[in-house]
Structures are given as C-alpha cells and as structure tokens.
C-alpha cells in the first residue's frame, strides 16, 4: 500500500512561488508513475503534471512554463515547484501515484490508484 502525504500549501499573492512536497511511504517513488492534480470546489479534477518512471514528464497547458515536477529518491518525495502564480491557480492540490503503466504520461485521474489528503494553495491578485 502506497501512503502519500502532501505539504507546502499556504497562501501567496500573484507572481510569487510555492513548492508543494508529497512525501510516499509503502513504496519508492522511482518505481511509480505519480502526478499533480488540483480541484476547485464544483469544478473536476485536473491534472496538471506527471512523471513517469524513468524520469520524463507532461504539462497540462495551463501550468507549462511555470510549474515543475520531480523527484528526490533519497526522501521519497515528489516535489511540484510553482512560478509565476496566478489567482486562477488557487485549488487544492492532490498527488498521485498510479501502479503499472510505468512508462506512460497520464494525466487522467481513474489512471491513478493512490492519492493524498491535498494540500490547499491560495492566490491572491
């Protein structure tokens, strides 16, 4: 069983930068393909960034540029740095890590098997 427990949430005006953490226990992080997803209340879940196992990754247009996936092996810890924060950026923020597939770049939610608590980040303009 995979556990994924996310941090580094908080609230940030326009422009600034957060970096979120998702620490995995259960399972190493370099043998997973994992993911950010954020949710805004009514509003589906989007994924936003993927890794996959050896290391390549995939943007949903509205973060390319600006957000960055990765991974510490040491820590067992995902990482998504966030630049160039927007209001429309305010969500909360879920990783993911789906088992199987390793070589894919999915960012579809039902890809993905284990999930964190989330993590909320707020921007203000």
């Known amino acids: 069983q995979v556990q994924l427990v996310e941090s580094g949430g908080g609230s940030v005006e326009a422009g600034g930068s957060l970096r979120l953490s998702c620490a995995a226990s259960?399972?190493?992080?370099?043998?997973?393909?994992m993911g950010w997803f954020r949710q805004v209340p009514g509003k589906e879940r989007e994924g936003i960034a993927s890794?996959?196992?050896?290391?390549?990754?995939l943007y949903a247009d509205s973060v390319k540029g600006r957000f960055t996936i990765s991974r510490d092996y040491g820590k067992n810890t995902l990482y998504l740095q966030m630049n160039s924060l927007k209001p429309e950026d305010t969500a909360m923020y879920h990783c993911?890590?789906?088992?199987?597939?390793?070589?894919?770049?999915?960012?579809?939610?039902?890809?993905?098997?284990?999930w964190g608590q989330g993590t909320q980040v707020s921007v203000s303009s």
């Open positions: 993911a890590a789906g088992a199987g597939k390793g070589l894919f770049l999915l960012l579809t939610p039902d890809e993905y098997n284990f």
């Open positions: 259960g399972y190493a992080v370099s043998r997973l393909r």
């Open positions: 890794v996959n196992t050896v290391g390549s990754t």
